[in-house]
T-cell receptor, first 113, second 116 residues
Framework: QQQVKQSPQSLIVQKGGISIINCAYE??????FPWYQQFPGKGPALLIA?????SEKKEGRFTISFNKSAKQFSLHIMDSQPGDSATYFC????????????FGAGTRLAVHP | EPEVTQTPSHQVTQMGQEVILRCVPI?????FYWYRQILGQKVEFLVS????????KSEIFDDQFSVERPDGSNFTLKIRSTKLEDSAMYFC??????????????FGEGSRLTVL
């Protein structure tokens, strides 16, 4: 029940294409769903986040789509660039908790020129 | 831009030895965290710390682990007697907001611990 399932494990996209990463959860006590980007040798950095009362959030080329009834959310990267090549983690936070994030397993994205 | 800094970047230790990992959170943040990432696996929550005490911990955070804020700037993670399975990247994080509020976590670059 504490798991966040993320897919795919790895993704190869051509420059200019759309990258789509999916996550699913079971626990309805989650109230905040961030996506983190991690470059090799660096810590995770917040990319974009959404609360469950919103179905979509867009920031630049990055969009989160959230389906509360299906308990699924996804990250779309439009016009993918080689500089987007990184590992992406979805996460979920328990409501009322102390920012305890449950992370997905990660997706290694490679954008080829 | 303010950042979370961690030392050392890499530590190699023998099984059974004590290790202390150090972190300097962002100065105006009040909530502090340790997460770890075993190579190739997901990031896992270890502990959160607020107002000089542990506010929440995971089942991973057993009696071998402890955290401390020895002064106004440092936040440390101590592993008393390291085991092979403690080998991982340990990330410190801090946030301005905490319980029940959506406070962005800022992560440090991590301390890689290798236990031989």
């Amino acid at each position: 029940q504490q798991q966040v399932k993320q897919s795919p494990q790895s993704l190869i996209v051509q420059k200019g294409g759309i990258s789509i990463i999916n996550c699913a959860y079971e626990n309805t006590a989650f109230d905040y769903f961030p996506w983190y980007q991690q470059f090799p040798g660096k810590g995770p950095a917040l990319l974009i986040a959404i609360r469950p009362d919103v179905s979509e959030k867009k920031e630049g080329r990055f969009t989160i789509s959230f389906n509360k009834s299906a308990k699924q959310f996804s990250l779309h990267i439009m016009d993918s660039q080689p500089g987007d090549s990184a590992t992406y983690f979805c996460a979920a936070r328990f409501s009322g908790g102390y920012n305890k994030l449950i992370f997905g397993a990660g997706t290694r994205l490679a954008v080829h020129p | 831009e303010p950042e979370v800094t961690q030392t050392p970047s890499h530590q190699v230790t023998q099984m059974g030895q004590e290790v202390i990992l150090r972190c300097v959170p962002i100065s105006n943040h009040l909530y502090f965290y340790w997460y770890r990432q075993i190579l190739g696996q997901k990031v896992e929550f270890l502990v959160s710390f607020y107002n000089n005490e542990i506010s929440e911990k995971s089942e991973i955070f057993d009696d071998q682990f402890s955290v401390e804020r020895p002064d106004g700037s440092n936040f440390t993670l101590k592993i008393r007697s390291t085991k092979l399975e403690d080998s991982a990247m340990y990330f410190c994080a801090s946030s301005e907001l905490g319980r029940g509020r959506t406070g962005e976590l800022f992560f440090g670059e991590g301390s890689r611990l290798t236990v031989l």
